[in-house]
């Protein structure tokens, strides 16, 4: 069966994330920002990691009194390497504001071993508004060769779908689109998050986006995408 990929990348950039809108706001009006919470601007306040782990059957591992079960390691495999040249397929700017490498968040989901199992290279970036109204969060991964599959693709897919909705009201629906000459894969959660999935022809490399705003942060990324 295929093992469903950590998607840790957004998850782990979620604390900070938000408190980069909250500091956003709060260093230009010197009193907390509003839109900052997950009731308000979608941005989720605590880590969401989908399980990695799942037996066979596709429900969680587990064991009982009576017949233990021990899951045995993971074999030691190659990490994630963190490339901030990734991070150059993207604009320099959105809607005016600074599109800003999120250099924790990619040296925390690279000591993940299930993503680097997967993934060869990764980054992180964010660009967000004075008033924490408009905000992209983007992650760059290059996908090692033998993980380009649809499965992979999917899996990938709907668990940093899950991850960015889980706190915004769920996932609402899913659309297909051309931006700029790239097919993009979209999904709406329920308070105005958007996700975005862009696989970059002829290269490894996937780009997946969370953006709140009528600014269209993430479609203005991906319109400058190569």
Request: proline residues 8%; hydrophobic residues 40%; negative net charge.
């Amino acid at each position: 069966m295929h093992r469903r990929p950590a998607i840790v990348v957004l998850g782990l950039a979620i604390v900070i994330l938000a408190a980069a809108v909250y500091a956003l706001g709060s260093a230009n009006r010197g009193s907390t920002a509003p839109g900052v919470t997950a009731a308000s601007a979608g941005t989720p306040t605590e880590p969401l990691i989908p399980a990695a782990s799942t037996s066979p059957s596709g429900s969680p591992l587990s064991a009982t009194a009576a017949s233990p079960v021990t899951a045995a390691p993971s074999p030691p495999g190659p990490l994630a390497a963190v490339d901030p040249s990734l991070l150059k397929v993207l604009p320099s700017t959105v809607g005016g504001v600074p599109v800003t490498e999120f250099a924790d968040a990619a040296r925390q989901a690279a000591t993940d071993p299930d993503l680097g199992r997967n993934v060869s290279r990764v980054a992180t970036a964010f660009a967000g508004d004075p008033a924490g109204t408009n905000w992209a969060y983007t992650a760059i991964v290059d996908v090692r060769p033998e993980a380009q599959s649809d499965a992979f693709y999917r899996d990938w897919q709907e668990s940093f779908d899950q991850s960015a909705c889980e706190r915004a009201g769920g996932v609402t629906g899913h659309t297909t689109a051309v931006i700029a000459g790239h097919d993009v894969e979209r999904t709406a959660c329920g308070q105005g998050v958007r996700t975005y999935h862009v696989r970059i022809s002829g290269t490894g490399l996937l780009v997946s986006i969370s953006s709140l705003g009528e600014g269209l942060f993430g479609e203005l990324e991906i319109a400058a995408l190569p």
